[in-house]
């Protein structure tokens, strides 16, 4: 059990000190968030089934999934936004 743990929490340390890094746009700072807490959890998971690395490559690539998808939702309506509710008036 030591020996799949020293894999992982390398791996977790270094994705969890990436997202630290200065400069990110808020997608990039997402995903790498959402990859560094998935790859723990995953590595944790992985951990008491015998594989911890692949536990923690698979909790990162699902972390980064869930990293992208909540940026999106996060992120405001792009163009021309919603249009103005209808109020029965013609506007030309």
Do not use: K
């Not at 390398?10 to 990039?28: D, F, I, K, Y």
Request: proline share 8%; with cysteine.
């Amino acid at each position: 059990m030591i020996r799949p743990l020293r894999l992982a929490l390398p791996l977790a340390a270094s994705l969890a000190l990436a997202g630290c890094a200065g400069g990110m746009n808020p997608q990039t700072r997402d995903i790498v968030g959402g990859s560094a807490g998935g790859a723990a959890l995953g590595g944790i998971i992985g951990s008491f089934t015998g594989d911890a690395g692949l536990g923690a490559l698979l909790g990162a690539g699902a972390g980064a999934a869930g990293g992208y998808i909540y940026n999106q939702s996060q992120e405001p309506s792009r163009g021309y936004g919603r249009p103005p509710p209808y109020d029965g008036r013609r506007r030309y």
